[in-house]
């Protein structure tokens, strides 16, 4: 679950319906712009399904017990989390080699220099997972390159829908959640290695510069529901998920800088 806070209660957006906007995302770069396209399906299922180990999770809400907030995908119990993503690429790699070896690769990008030994444990795994796959897939040099590109768009494609979700629509930049402030970390060379950048318009504008996406903007729909504080602390919080309808909120992304 993604969290956001205001004065009167909380936005919440379930990882998975976050996953399918990042394949929104993902589906509208410029052809131009893409490296492997050979390989744009298998890449686009990644994206879209990286989170889909979190679908039942969502509908679990967990408190923290002395806030009462709900928990995040960020303070979520790690060996819960460390599940779903197992589950996520088990699935996957089921239905297609690459898109599992995508994914794995975005999980275990998460326990870089981490101590953790769970953390650890998951990241040991991955990693002979994904020389496995690599070695099913037969990859050479210029595979591996092609593999640089489509994991960046995965994240890139990641954090521009968590860009969305997390920072208030059209909050002014200095109130933007700090990750995304100085822009995004994938660096492509199409665009001489500079990071892409956004920033709030409006409340239901964004703009992006460079611009990778075809055409000359991109609208997404974003599901959340709103939950105010007092109804958390009163009544069950599984119940009162289950029960409040979604809402639905339209961003537009355009050029600017």
């Given at each position: 679950?993604?969290?956001?806070?205001?004065?009167?209660?909380?936005?919440?957006?379930?990882?998975?319906?976050?996953?399918?906007?990042?394949?929104?995302?993902?589906?509208?770069?410029?052809?131009?712009?893409?490296?492997?396209?050979?390989?744009?399906?298998?890449?686009?299922?990644?994206?879209?399904?990286?989170?889909?180990?979190?679908?039942?999770?969502?509908?679990?809400?967990?408190?923290?017990?002395?806030?009462?907030?709900?928990?995040?995908?960020?303070?979520?119990?790690?060996?819960?989390?460390?599940?779903?993503?197992?589950?996520?690429?088990?699935?996957?790699?089921?239905?297609?080699?690459?898109?599992?070896?995508?994914?794995?690769?975005?999980?275990?990008?998460?326990?870089?220099?981490?101590?953790?030994?769970?953390?650890?444990?998951?990241?040991?795994?991955?990693?002979?997972?994904?020389?496995?796959?690599?070695?099913?897939l037969a990859f050479t040099e210029k595979d591996e390159q092609a593999l640089k590109f489509?994991?960046?768009?995965?994240?890139?494609?990641?954090?521009?829908?968590?860009?969305?979700?997390?920072?208030?629509?059209?909050?002014?930049?200095?109130?933007?959640?700090?990750?995304?402030?100085?822009?995004?970390?994938?660096?492509?060379?199409?665009?001489?290695?500079?990071?892409?950048?956004?920033?709030?318009?409006?409340?239901?504008?964004?703009?992006?510069?460079?611009?990778?996406?075809?055409?000359?903007?991109?609208?997404?729909?974003?599901?959340?529901?709103?939950?105010?504080?007092?109804?958390?602390?009163?009544?069950?919080?599984?119940?009162?998920?289950?029960?409040?309808?979604?809402?639905?909120?339209?961003?537009?992304?355009?050029?600017?800088?």
């Amino acid at each position: 679950m993604i969290v956001r806070e205001d004065e009167s209660g909380f936005f919440l957006f379930e990882q998975d319906r976050h996953a399918h906007l990042s394949g929104i995302i993902s589906e509208a770069w410029d052809n131009r712009y893409f490296t492997g396209i050979d390989k744009r399906t298998s890449t686009g299922l990644a994206i879209t399904h990286h989170d889909r180990g979190w679908a039942l999770l969502d509908r679990e809400i967990l408190l923290h017990h002395k806030t009462k907030r709900p928990l995040s995908f960020i303070d979520y119990p790690l060996r819960k989390k460390i599940a779903v993503y197992k589950q996520g690429v088990d699935e996957i790699e089921q239905i297609n080699l690459y898109s599992a070896l995508l994914m794995s690769l975005h999980y275990t990008s998460f326990f870089r220099g981490k101590l953790d030994i769970a953390g650890c444990t998951f990241r040991e795994e991955e990693q002979n997972r994904q020389s496995r796959l690599r070695e099913s897939l037969a990859f050479t040099e210029k595979d591996e390159q092609a593999l640089k590109f489509h994991y960046d768009l995965l994240q890139f494609s990641d954090n521009l829908s968590l860009y969305v979700c997390m920072n208030e629509w059209g909050a002014e930049k200095e109130r933007e959640v700090p990750w995304f402030s100085e822009g995004f970390p994938q660096r492509f060379g199409v665009f001489h290695n500079e990071r892409v950048k956004a920033r709030w318009k409006s409340k239901t504008e964004v703009l992006v510069s460079p611009f990778p996406f075809s055409g000359t903007r991109l609208t997404i729909t974003v599901p959340f529901k709103y939950i105010e504080k007092v109804t958390f602390q009163e009544n069950d919080p599984n119940r009162i998920y289950r029960e409040t309808p979604f809402l639905y909120h339209d961003v537009t992304f355009t050029e600017g800088g």
